[in-house]
């Protein structure tokens, strides 16, 4: 059977010639050569499903799963706290457990040839209680569900880590909080909501029989085919540095290797208050958003006590130094500088 072709009545032009281009060639190559035609659609159909079922993988390998929860009170004269909570996460996004000569840690491995990644997430004060996030690989949580040892050090390394990075001190007599494994709305914080998808235009795809034939189906006809533009930069991003290396020492004490940033964060961060001509305090908040190109890429949410920044991979959370008049906070972005200025009055 020939391939039926569908023309929206408001298609473009030069995508109309190439529409009728590409589905004359598949006419024809349909007559002269229907089991080439055929073989060449099953390919086609192949290479489709292995591409969904890679990018399954992947999304797969990104997954955070919440394990535990561990609490304990602060102490210390500089912080606010009076209480902290951690979530101990997995995910493969943490790098796996590794030996000292940097070879791939088995469950054999002495603790003390072990090199353990670990990913620290910023404190969130609520209420005078601190909350934060550390993510392990799964790895490490198979072998500490089997040595209460092991568990005992990913729980010393956090807090170790944690009171490195926020100068208060934690007591070390915690408590495991039972049935619960995440402390907060985990899944505001990392199940992202999937956006609607948009009603597709003429220029999105082709369709023959129900098969939608992209770009790379066109240029194996040999006919130019018609690009679809990404809203995604083209620009590659500034490598970020990646999770914080912990090594094992004999004695248990631990030693920074290399720094974390927070994944989702700013580039860079600028935060100062400064005085209008009115005489109130003026908070301005600036961060560095390589990724973006235009302020349409983001979403900016003010309020009172929070700047909350999204899109184009980052999502970014800000807590103002005092209560600012949302109502006159203002925000502009640079696309030279890729550089988003946020400025707010305080309430009163």
Do not use: W
Not at 14 to 34: I, S
Not at 37 to 54: D, L, T, V
Not at 326 to 345: E, I, M, N, Q, R
Request: hydrophobic share 35%.
């Amino acid at each position: 059977a020939r391939a039926r072709v569908y023309i929206p009545p408001a298609m473009d032009p030069k995508l109309k010639t190439h529409a009728q281009h590409l589905f004359g060639f598949l006419d024809d190559l349909a007559e002269n050569d229907p089991e080439g035609y055929k073989n060449f659609m099953e390919e086609k159909m192949r290479e489709a499903k292995q591409f969904a079922k890679n990018k399954k993988k992947t999304r797969k390998a990104t997954k955070i799963e919440p394990c535990f929860v561990v609490s304990s009170k602060v102490r210390g004269p500089k912080h606010p706290y009076s209480k902290i909570f951690i979530n101990f996460l997995s995910s493969e996004r943490c790098p796996n457990l590794q030996t000292k000569n940097g070879g791939k840690a088995t469950p054999q491995t002495p603790m003390s040839d072990l090199v353990v990644p670990i990913s620290v997430g910023d404190v969130v004060d609520e209420d005078q209680i601190a909350f934060a996030d550390i993510i392990y690989h799964p790895q490490a949580f198979a072998r500490a569900s089997q040595d209460l040892g092991m568990k005992l050090y990913l729980v010393e390394l956090a807090i170790t880590e944690l009171e490195s990075s926020n100068g208060f001190q934690i007591n070390r007599a915690y408590k495991l909080e039972e049935n619960i494994t995440y402390k907060g709305n985990f899944e505001k914080k990392y199940i992202r909501k999937r956006a609607p998808v948009p009603k597709k235009s003429a220029t999105d795809s082709i369709k023959a029989d129900g098969i939608v034939l992209p770009s790379a189906m066109a240029r194996a006809l040999g006919v130019d085919p018609i690009e679809k533009k990404s809203s995604r930069p083209k620009q590659e991003s500034k490598s970020r540095k990646g999770p914080l290396i912990v090594e094992i020492k004999e004695d248990q004490t631990a030693k920074i290797v290399e720094s974390e940033q927070k994944n989702g964060d700013a580039d860079g961060k600028e935060i100062k208050v400064e005085t209008d001509s009115s005489g109130k305090n003026l908070v301005i908040v600036k961060l560095k958003l390589n990724r973006v190109l235009k302020a349409s890429d983001i979403c900016v949410d003010i309020s009172q006590r929070k700047l909350h920044v999204s899109g184009v991979d980052y999502d970014v959370m800000v807590d103002f130094p005092f209560v600012i008049d949302d109502a006159l906070a203002k925000a502009k972005f640079s696309k030279k500088k890729h550089v988003l200025t946020v400025k707010g009055p305080s309430k009163s």
